[in-house]
């Protein structure tokens, strides 16, 4: 295998050296353990700044951030961090997701709230050079159960990720959408198949909007995976070799 066509890795600071207590340090750890880029799901408690002078101290990429789960104060409005630098320690876009938030994009009445968190996402994304951003569909609320309230989700998911797409072309930004397994991970997550996500895609029809696989969930959901790796690869929101975009 050559060089260019050799399979890359991040670690996703996240869930890898959870020893350490802030992002920051989980990226000198990456860096000193031989990787060359992270991606973390929320690091809204430290300041962007902060973030962007760990990337640039220890020659990280940072390839992927997830918008918000969702936590708001008491105004109704998403924290975030002041300018300039405040200690890692103060309270920003952080999220509940023992509370029941996992993201806003396809929970209707929460549209401003996702707007405000998504900005926020390309906020740190830009402070970060990061060129993608999941976008979080979130939780089926309790009680619903199928029919017309899971087409209105579908409805309101749709009319967010085309918001999503206009937003962040205008940073270069790439939205990605990856299901997530309701067997073993989360029972209630709206999107949870690559064929629903497929057909949503087809819905946005944006460029910059596109699928993020992962393989654990797909082969929990579906299995079958060399089929459906084939099929849905044009949808996947990879880099190209040559360009770097995606």
Not at 3 to 25: H, K
Not at 37 to 46: F, K, T
Not at 182 to 194: C, E, G, I, M, V
Request: glycine share 8%; hydrophobic share 40%.
């Amino acid at each position: 295998m050559s060089s260019s066509s050799a399979l890359r890795f991040c670690a996703n600071i996240s869930w890898l050296f959870t020893e350490l207590p802030d992002f920051p340090q989980r990226m000198r750890a990456a860096a000193e353990a031989g990787f060359r880029a992270v991606e973390a799901a929320w690091l809204y408690d430290v300041h962007p700044l902060e973030l962007r002078a760990a990337k640039e101290l220890h020659d990280l990429d940072v390839v992927l951030i997830n918008t918000p789960p969702g936590q708001e104060t008491g105004d109704g409005k998403q924290k975030q961090h002041p300018l300039p630098p405040t200690s890692s320690s103060s309270s920003c876009v952080a999220g509940d997701v023992t509370a029941g938030e996992l993201g806003l994009a396809a929970l209707p009445g929460r549209e401003e709230d996702f707007e405000r968190g998504l900005k926020e996402a390309v906020r740190y994304a830009a402070a970060l050079d990061c060129q993608r951003i999941h976008i979080m569909a979130g939780r089926i609320p309790a009680g619903v159960d199928g029919g017309t309230a899971l087409q209105e989700m579908e409805a309101v998911f749709v009319r967010n990720l085309t918001y999503a797409a206009e937003l962040l072309s205008e940073q270069g930004i790439t939205g990605l959408i990856e299901p997530i397994n309701t067997r073993l991970t989360d029972a209630r997550y709206f999107l949870s198949s690559p064929h629903h996500a497929a057909a949503i895609l087809k819905k946005v029809a944006k460029e910059n909007i596109k699928l993020q696989m992962d393989v654990f969930h797909w082969q929990i959901m579906d299995g079958n995976l060399t089929h459906n790796i084939q099929r849905y690869l044009p949808l996947l929101g990879v880099p190209d070799e040559e360009s770097g975009e995606c």
